[in-house]
């Protein structure tokens, strides 16, 4: 091909390609600006990218119930137009047409003081502050019911809904967790976690809801949990100095969480605080700290070289092992006296008093079986 038909050729495409993108920046800005359907974000936050692709470049970090243009879908990709008139693509399932902006709610602030965040996410810039009796308008929940997305007049920021309530702050009734442990919901009635309350935590007793309580915990955090699990005496009062039976890893954070157990050693000293409706856990202050136990771990007096006498409280098999696979060494029945030697994961190892033959056997017995 001559030089100058190449040339000519060249000119030509390069014509044709600038008038299609012309056309097509004119055909979406027309659309995006007169005839674009708006959309909501539908999650906490909602990544805008200059490509249909996670690993291009981040245009823009939209919040929850946001509005934006929604240009077109193709392939799970949505192109949308924020209102900061950043052009972009987003994951079309993380949208939604319904707006979220309709809960039209007035709450008070009940903390002395919370942060008003740019995103439903504590690790985001904070834009302001709510302060104690403070009325809020909230405008959208997340699905979940821990953000509420609130308008501040100036701008709109994000709240954690479990400090705020319907009514102003009220000094309520002292109370505590009387149970081993309760479970507490965002709602009454539903299975939204929000936190757990072991026995001997110190609540604020709001009002009582048929079977549910209303509580505020002591970091001003509101929720519900079962009134059957809420006393207003206080279980803290024994006040009594005890002391570990023997040694082992069973000092633990939680009554529930027993992943992460503490090395105690035979005779520390400790105080008492309450012991749960079971009989099976004690709290115990120690070193500074709040920490639970089982109950059999604990004496009035220090053991020294001695070793405490518990009873089985019901039929039980001593193995081996501390597996329910390990072997058999005997099976005695309800009322067996037998000396606590250790505690090795959720058994102790015990061993019988002598029988009538002066036979005696040692392995693990389940704690739960013991008194």
């Not at 503490?262 to 000293?269: H, P, S």
Request: charged share 20%.
């Amino acid at each position: 091909m001559a030089m100058p038909a190449r040339r000519a050729l060249c000119l030509l495409l390069a014509l044709v390609l600038s008038v299609l993108f012309c056309a097509e920046a004119l055909a979406s800005t027309s659309y995006r600006d007169a005839d674009a359907p708006e959309y909501y974000v539908n999650a906490y936050t909602l990544t805008v990218y200059d490509k249909p692709n996670i690993q291009s470049k981040v245009r823009e970090i939209v919040p929850y119930a946001k509005n934006l243009k929604r240009l077109y879908a193709k392939n799970g990709w949505a192109k949308v137009y924020t209102v900061n008139r950043v052009l972009g693509y987003c994951k079309d399932s993380l949208l939604t047409p319904t707006n979220p902006n309709t809960l039209n709610a007035h709450v008070y602030c009940q903390p002395k003081r919370i942060n008003v965040y740019r995103y439903p996410n504590v690790n985001s810039s904070v834009l302001g502050h709510c302060y104690r009796d403070e009325r809020v308008h909230a405008v959208a929940m997340t699905a979940r019911g821990d953000w509420l997305r609130i308008d501040k007049g100036e701008y709109y920021g994000y709240i954690l809904r479990p400090y705020v309530d319907s009514q102003r702050y009220s000094e309520g009734r002292s109370a505590w967790c009387g149970s081993s442990s309760a479970e507490v919901y965002y709602d009454s009635g539903n299975d939204l976690l929000l936190s757990t309350l072991y026995f001997g935590d110190r609540v604020t007793l709001l009002e009582t809801r048929g079977s549910w309580a209303k509580i505020r915990s002591s970091s001003n955090v509101i929720g519900f949990c079962r009134a059957e699990n809420i006393t207003t005496t206080n279980p803290n009062d024994i006040n009594a100095i005890v002391y570990t039976q023997v040694e082992g890893n069973f000092l633990f954070l939680s009554s529930t969480d027993l992943s992460g157990r503490i090395q105690v050693e035979k005779d520390v000293e400790m105080t008492l605080q309450a012991v749960d409706e079971n009989g099976f856990w004690a709290r115990v202050q120690y070193d500074g700290g709040i920490f639970y136990l089982p109950y059999l771990y604990l004496g009035t007096q220090r053991c020294g070289d001695g070793y405490k006498k518990i009873t089985a409280r019901a039929g039980l098999n001593i193995r081996e092992g501390t597996r329910n696979s390990s072997a058999i060494v005997a099976t005695v029945p309800k009322g067996t006296e037998m000396w606590l030697i250790s505690a090795v994961d959720n058994r102790a190892k015990v061993t019988t008093l002598p029988d009538a033959s002066g036979r005696t056997y040692t392995g693990f017995a389940e704690l739960q079986y013991l008194r």
